[in-house]
């Protein structure tokens, strides 16, 4: 594959800085603690629960997905977090 000298170390740097924007919800709101989590592509929702009460909702945007026997899953872009109390 041609590319621009510059590419590798762009790809690089750019694939860890998605690293850390992946990380940064678990960092704020803990989502990874929460044992389920369901979406509603209607309401535009992702919710983290826990024995049937909810603690984490995000407003979200689906902006892709791939087949589940292709190994991936949903491609959701966070548009605003709010805690469930």
Request: hydrophobic letters at 35%; charged letters at 30%.
């Amino acid at each position: 594959m041609n590319h621009p000298d510059w590419y590798p170390d762009w790809r690089h740097e750019v694939v860890h800085e998605l690293h850390a924007k992946n990380e940064r919800p678990d960092q704020v709101y803990s989502i990874k603690r929460w044992p389920r989590w369901d979406y509603d592509p209607e309401a535009g929702t992702l919710t983290f629960s826990e024995n049937g009460i909810a603690k984490v909702v995000a407003e979200i945007q689906v902006v892709g997905t791939r087949p589940r026997d292709g190994g991936g899953g949903l491609y959701l872009v966070y548009r605003k977090v709010d805690w469930v109390t």
